[in-house]
């Protein structure tokens, strides 16, 4: 079992950054993909970005392509998003998970794939 905890999230202003940490005990991280999804009461769970167990090539989806980095610290098992130039649109609750079946592949990106999740972090971005 994996439990994964979020935190860093809050209300910014447009143009502003934060960095969402995800925190995870149970199990050592090194083993899996781990990914960053976001969600709102409009629309389903989205995938934001994910790192594979290498920490080598990454994924971003579009909406964050240029403003989001993934990372990870294994020695610290955390996983971490960094988000620049924030927008209204990010608005959301931002989940992070852990992917063991496929998580030497950095495209595989289904959240159908992931075993283990958080809970959330609330992220408001104000106009």
């Known amino acids: 079992q994996v439990q994964l905890v979020e935190s860093g999230g809050g209300l910014v202003q447009a143009g502003g950054s934060l960095r969402l940490s995800c925190a995870a005990s149970?199990?050592?991280?090194?083993?899996?993909?781990m990914g960053w999804f976001r969600q709102t009461p409009q629309k389903a769970r989205e995938v934001v970005a994910r790192?594979?167990?290498?920490?080598?090539?990454?994924y971003y989806a579009d909406s964050g392509k240029g403003r989001f980095t993934i990372s990870r610290d294994n020695a610290k098992n955390t996983v971490y998003l960094q988000m620049n130039s924030l927008k209204p649109d990010d608005t959301a609750v931002y989940y992070c998970?852990?992917?063991?079946?496929?998580?030497?592949?950095?495209?595989?990106?289904?959240?159908?794939?992931?075993?283990?999740w958080g809970q959330g972090t609330q992220v408001t971005v104000s106009s």
């Open positions: 149970g199990r050592t991280i090194s083993d899996y993909a």
């Open positions: 998970a852990a992917d063991l079946r496929f998580a030497a592949y950095v495209t595989i990106i289904g959240r159908s794939n992931y075993d283990y």
């Open positions: 790192i594979p167990r290498s920490g080598g090539s990454l």
